[in-house]
């Protein structure tokens, strides 16, 4: 069974900075795309940022050049980089996966920024 593991989440003042990291378990294939989903308190789920096998990514204008989404295919892991944080980006910080269509998440990571 595929899992999605992330960590990193915490608490931070504005204009700080925080990694998540999300490693994937129990499949051999790579998975591609993988991301970073958040969801705030009464507010949708909303993408942050994805990132292709190829390293192709793709970024919410939110948090274009603030966030970097590199990652480790050999690890088949994830991860999200963010600096500059603004109390708005406090939210619950989801991983996301994709094998053959089908689609996998983290159980989420609460980042909170504030001071």
């Known amino acids: 069974q595929v899992r999605l593991v992330e960590s990193g989440g915490g608490l931070v003042q504005p204009g700080g900075s925080l990694r998540l990291s999300c490693a994937a378990s129990?499949?051999?294939?790579?998975?591609?795309?993988m991301g970073w989903f958040r969801q705030a308190p009464g507010k949708q789920r909303e993408l942050v940022a994805t990132?292709?096998?190829?390293?192709?990514?793709n970024y919410a204008d939110s948090v274009k050049g603030r966030f970097t989404i590199p990652r480790d295919n050999g690890k088949n892991a994830v991860y999200l980089q963010m600096n500059s944080l603004k109390p708005e980006d406090t939210a619950v910080y989801y991983c996301?996966?994709?094998?053959?269509?089908?689609?996998?998440w983290g159980q989420g990571t609460q980042v909170t920024v504030s001071s």
């Open positions: 996301h996966g994709t094998i053959s269509r089908r689609d996998y």
């Open positions: 129990g499949t051999i294939f790579i998975l591609n795309p």
């Open positions: 990132i292709t096998s190829a390293g192709s990514t």
